[in-house]
T-cell receptor, first 111, second 111 residues
Framework: DTAVSQTPKYLVTQMGNDKSIKCEQNLGHDTMYWYKQDSKKFLKIMFSYNNKELIINETVPNRFSPKSPDKAHLNLHINSLELGDSAVYFC??????????FGPGTRLLVL | DAKTTQPPSMDCAEGRAANLPCNHSTISGNEYVYWYRQIHSQGPQYIIHGLKNNETNEMASLIITEDRKSSTLILPHATLRDTAVYYCIVSGTGTASKLTFGTGTRLQVTL
């Protein structure tokens, strides 16, 4: 009964490909987030959705497009993958913005 | 968001209390202090948060100075499993509030 789950756990792909990462939470939270953690371990927020509505959209390239089909799911689609997109992507959910529950991460490697 | 300052690393002997300091001298009146940790390769984990009173839960205690410009996270009996990077974050509570992760303190618990 994992609270926040992500698929896949690992993703290895070629430059230029399009890929999606999925996130699901069973906590009943209204808000979900995507974070990126780069090779230097800096963790930065990318997007947040509250009840399927985009709330936070940091300066992320247009190649990244989040989609929230319902408040329990937040997916991240990445077009035209670049080497610099290699990172660990974390999904999180919360009922209050400061108390977030994170998923296990998706390790993306672009070759 | 207010900025926080933490020592880059600390060591603690197993079984002893680990006291992790954080400076947040520019904190606003309505901002909370949150603590998270990230154990190697895992998603960040919420530990505790507070506004101005000291707080305690099953994981840790949070001591906030009266002027709110600094705080200390206390792990009363550190174990090897507490080895992680600990992040002190200051944030508001509005829907658009976000957690800004800094570089944190790398706590190494040793035998």
């Amino acid at each position: 009964d994992t609270a926040v789950s992500q698929t896949p756990k690992y993703l290895v792909t070629q430059m230029g490909n399009d890929k999606s990462i999925k996130c699901e939470q069973n906590l009943g939270h209204d808000t979900m987030y995507w974070y990126k953690q780069d090779s230097k371990k800096f963790l930065k927020i990318m997007f947040s959705y509250n009840n399927k509505e985009l709330i936070i959209n940091e300066t992320v390239p247009n190649r990244f497009s989040p989609k929230s089909p319902d408040k329990a799911h937040l997916n991240l689609h990445i077009n035209s993958l670049e080497l610099g997109d290699s990172a660990v992507y974390f999904c999180a959910s919360s009922q209050e913005p400061g108390t977030q529950y994170f998923g296990p991460g998706t390790r993306l490697l672009v070759l | 968001d207010a900025k926080t300052t933490q020592p880059p690393s600390m060591d603690c002997a197993e079984g002893r209390a680990a006291n992790l300091p954080c400076n947040h001298s520019t904190i606003s009146g309505n901002e909370y202090v949150y603590w998270y940790r990230q154990i190697h390769s895992q998603g960040p984990q919420y530990i505790i948060h507070g506004l101005k009173n000291n707080e305690t839960n099953e994981m840790a205690s949070l001591i906030i100075t009266e002027d709110r410009k600094s705080s200390t996270l206390i792990l009363p009996h550190a174990t090897l499993r507490d080895t992680a990077v600990y992040y002190c974050i200051v944030s508001g509570t509005g829907t658009a509030s976000k957690l800004t992760f800094g570089t944190g303190t790398r706590l190494q618990v040793t035998l």
